[in-house]
């Protein structure tokens, strides 16, 4: 068994593993409070 800290902007309760093929896929939600945070981004 192997076990992951899980970032705090993720609803632990809402993950999604699969296992195929031999690779794992872990899908992680964001909470709201981290959905709304918004990061601006200089182009040049």
């Given at each position: ?6 970032p ?17 896929e872990?899908?992680?939600?964001k ?14």
């Amino acid at each position: 068994m192997r076990t992951l800290d899980l970032p705090k902007e993720a609803h632990s309760e809402k993950v999604k593993v699969s296992f195929k093929n031999g690779i794992l896929e872990v899908r992680l939600l964001k909470t709201e409070e981290a959905r709304a945070k918004e990061v601006k981004v200089k182009i040049d």
